[in-house]
């Protein structure tokens, strides 16, 4: 599969102007983002990339910033060796949960050893977001609960989810790339209840859950909701994250809509996850 990198040169180059890019072009199908010296650099597959999209967004930037972009395409490499070399660093999240890769052999002496290997620079854990709903898991009993992870990625979410008791856990993403990752990140870390599912909320049936994790932006989330609330049992808990504080209004009016209650959120550099309540 061919990608296209595009390097952005952001001025001011702060955590601010950085985390809204991210945020924004995820929604026209960016889907993994590091930022540098310079800026942002990100990912779209090929198919996907439309400058005048592109454009269109950067023109509408809803802060004060210049921003001006390059683009190459790439070919499929061996980003475990690009990680290994550029920026994938062990994260340990409270002293209880290690996110690392093969290639880290860190010993395994905490209480959730996590292994990824990414095949696409996405879903380590080190996005705010992904950390923010690894906090909300490590925090929630889930011994015995059915799990649904939406925009699984890596299946890092699906994994501690797991190794926290979960049981069974359905993760789906609409990316054959994540499927396939998801796959043998589940194997490495030895999970074999995890049903792996490529597509979106349409895929959403019959089967119900305790607790759903749905990790995206929040334009998808939006819009998916319901459908969400329609397989989540009644007591059960919907966990969102992917957007910032000041969409909490709009993802909860959304949310009371469709019978959830608020019942807290957590933040990171102005990134959040929210948890709600099902009513009985």
Same mark, same amino acid.
């Given at each position: 599969?061919?990608?296209?990198?595009?390097?952005?040169?952001?001025?001011?180059?702060?955590?601010?102007?950085?985390?809204?890019?991210?945020?924004?072009?995820?929604?026209?199908?960016?889907? $993994?983002?590091?930022?540098?010296?310079?800026?942002?650099?990100?990912?779209?597959?090929?198919?996907? /990339?439309?400058?005048?999209?592109?454009?269109? =967004?950067?023109?509408?930037?809803? =802060? %004060? #910033?210049?921003?001006? &972009?390059?683009? @190459?395409? *790439?070919?499929?490499?061996?980003?475990?060796?690009?990680?290994?070399?550029?920026?994938?660093?062990?994260?340990?999240?409270?002293?209880?949960?290690?996110?690392?890769?093969?290639?880290?052999?860190?010993?395994?002496? &905490?209480?959730?050893?996590?292994?990824?290997?990414?095949?696409?620079?996405?879903?380590?854990?080190?996005?705010?977001?992904?950390?923010?709903? *690894?906090?909300?898991?490590?925090?929630?009993? /889930?011994?015995? @609960?059915?799990?649904?992870?939406?925009? #699984?990625?890596?299946?890092?979410?699906?994994?501690?989810?797991?190794?926290?008791?979960?049981?069974? *856990?359905?993760?789906?993403?609409?990316?054959?790339?994540?499927?396939?990752?998801?796959?043998?990140?589940?194997?490495?870390?030895?999970?074999? !209840?995890? +049903?792996?599912? *490529?597509?979106?909320?349409?895929?959403?049936? $019959? %089967?119900?859950?305790?607790?759903?994790?749905?990790?995206? !932006?929040?334009?998808?989330?939006?819009?998916?909701?319901?459908?969400?609330?329609?397989?989540?049992? $009644?007591?059960?808990?919907?966990?969102?994250?992917?957007?910032?504080?000041?969409?909490?209004? #709009?993802?909860?009016? =959304?949310?009371? +809509?469709?019978?959830?209650?608020?019942?807290?959120?957590?933040?990171?550099?102005?990134?959040?996850?929210?948890? /709600?309540? +099902?009513?009985?």
């Amino acid at each position: 599969m061919t990608y296209i990198e595009v390097k952005f040169i952001c001025t001011p180059n702060d955590e601010i102007v950085n985390s809204i890019l991210s945020a924004t072009i995820a929604e026209i199908g960016f889907e $993994s983002f590091v930022e540098d010296e310079l800026g942002t650099t990100a990912y779209i597959q090929k198919e996907l /990339f439309d400058t005048g999209k592109l454009d269109e =967004v950067l023109g509408n930037f809803p =802060v %004060e #910033a210049e921003i001006i &972009y390059t683009y @190459k395409a *790439i070919e499929d490499r061996n980003w475990n060796e690009e990680w290994e070399k550029n920026y994938f660093q062990p994260l340990i999240i409270d002293d209880k949960c290690i996110i690392q890769s093969t290639f880290h052999n860190i010993p395994a002496t &905490y209480e959730y050893n996590i292994y990824i290997d990414p095949k696409m620079a996405f879903g380590t854990g080190h996005h705010q977001t992904t950390e923010l709903m *690894i906090r909300e898991i490590l925090k929630e009993d /889930f011994t015995g @609960k059915s799990v649904l992870d939406m925009g #699984a990625g890596t299946a890092i979410l699906a994994i501690l989810a797991s190794m926290r008791g979960a049981d069974p *856990i359905t993760a789906i993403d609409i990316d054959k790339w994540a499927y396939d990752n998801a796959q043998e990140n589940l194997a490495l870390n030895k999970i074999d !209840n995890v +049903k792996v599912e *490529i597509g979106g909320a349409e895929l959403l049936g $019959s %089967e119900t859950f305790d607790i759903v994790l749905a990790n995206i !932006n929040r334009n998808i989330l939006l819009n998916d909701i319901p459908a969400y609330v329609s397989v989540l049992n $009644s007591g059960g808990f919907l966990y969102m994250s992917g957007f910032y504080v000041e969409d909490i209004p #709009a993802i909860t009016e =959304v949310c009371n +809509k469709n019978g959830l209650i608020f019942c807290h959120n957590t933040e990171k550099d102005n990134w959040t996850a929210v948890k /709600f309540k +099902k009513g009985i």
